[in-house]
């Protein structure tokens, strides 16, 4: 069987609205504070915190980049909580997301944000792993810590595969 492609796409708010939200201050509304000399871009996604002894987590992933076409062989979701990656320099990512059909990730979709722009995925949505592009990057990250198991992992038999539509043939 040939390997399955998935061609990368940009990011938006409409097209990840189905997998999560996008961190960003470009579609956000905002409001002045601090005497005017800040703008607050407010609740720009939902934190979701389940299971027992849930509370959130902030870390700094420092990820390897990984090179395209990309062979996708392994996604994962977190059935306790979302999990919020925003990226802490403008180099290039990836987002890849799957819907599920039960229990299996169908239909993978890959976004590339733009510079200073996050997600927020939401608790139970498949993705792929935190996907640097050219160069190791830090993300900021905001997710769920407590008991019980926050991960489940499913390996395709098959890989996907993940490519830039704008790269030459
Ligand atoms: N395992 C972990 O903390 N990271 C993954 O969940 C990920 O989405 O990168
Ligand atoms: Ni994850």
Known sequence: MTE???AIEPLSAAAFAPFGQVIGTGEASHFPINNGMTDRYHDLA??????EEAHPLISIFRGRPYTLPLPLSLVERHPLGSQAFYPLS???WLVIVAEDD????VRLRAFRPAPGEGVNIAIGIWHGVLTPLERESDFLV????????NLEEYRFETP?????????P
């Open 142 to 149: 905001v997710d769920r810590g407590g008991t019980g198991s």
């Open 160 to 168: 996907w595969l993940i490519v830039d539509p704008a790269a030459a």
């Open 4 to 6: 399955p492609i998935v």
């Open 102 to 105: 039960d229990g299996r990730p």
């Open 46 to 51: 939902r934190i979701e915190l389940g299971g």
């Open 90 to 92: 403008a180099n290039p």
